[in-house]
Nanobody, 118 residues
Framework: VQLQASGGGLVQAGGSLRLSCAASGTIGSRYYMGWYRQAPGKQRELVAK???????DYADSVKDRFTISRDNAKNMVYLQMDGLKPEDTGVYYC?????????????WGQGTQVTVSS
């Protein structure tokens, strides 16, 4: 499985960005997609994830500002980021976590830089 992320960039505080991630290869019948991010000097943290049935989960810090969505037909996942803050700065990594078939496994994209200026 290969993941290709795009859409990062430089934006002022309060602005918006939309990240996209395309998955290719044999993904399986049941899998989560989502995004992690890593700020300089900090551990990687989960930003949002979405199931095949479009159930979503967000980090508290991005709730009501970020929206995750997916297109199952295209194996794409998106992250709409509104109301960006300087603390949202970091490298954003998309992921696919395959749960069926077993064993479960996770694949990562290459990361895309998001920089929010104050």
């Amino acid at each position: 499985v290969q993941l290709q992320a795009s859409g990062g960039g430089l934006v002022q505080a309060g602005g918006s960005l939309r990240l996209s991630c395309a998955a290719s290869g044999t993904i399986g019948s049941r899998y989560y997609m989502g995004w992690y991010r890593q700020a300089p000097g900090k551990q990687r943290e989960l930003v949002a994830k979405i199931t095949g049935a479009s159930n979503t989960d967000y980090a508290d810090s991005v709730k009501d500002r970020f929206t995750i969505s997916r297109d199952n037909a295209k194996n794409m996942v998106y992250l709409q980021m509104d109301g960006l803050k300087p603390e949202d700065t970091g490298v954003y990594y998309c992921f696919v976590m395959i749960v069926v078939p077993l064993p479960s496994r996770t694949y990562w994209g290459q990361g895309t830089q998001v920089t929010v200026s104050s």
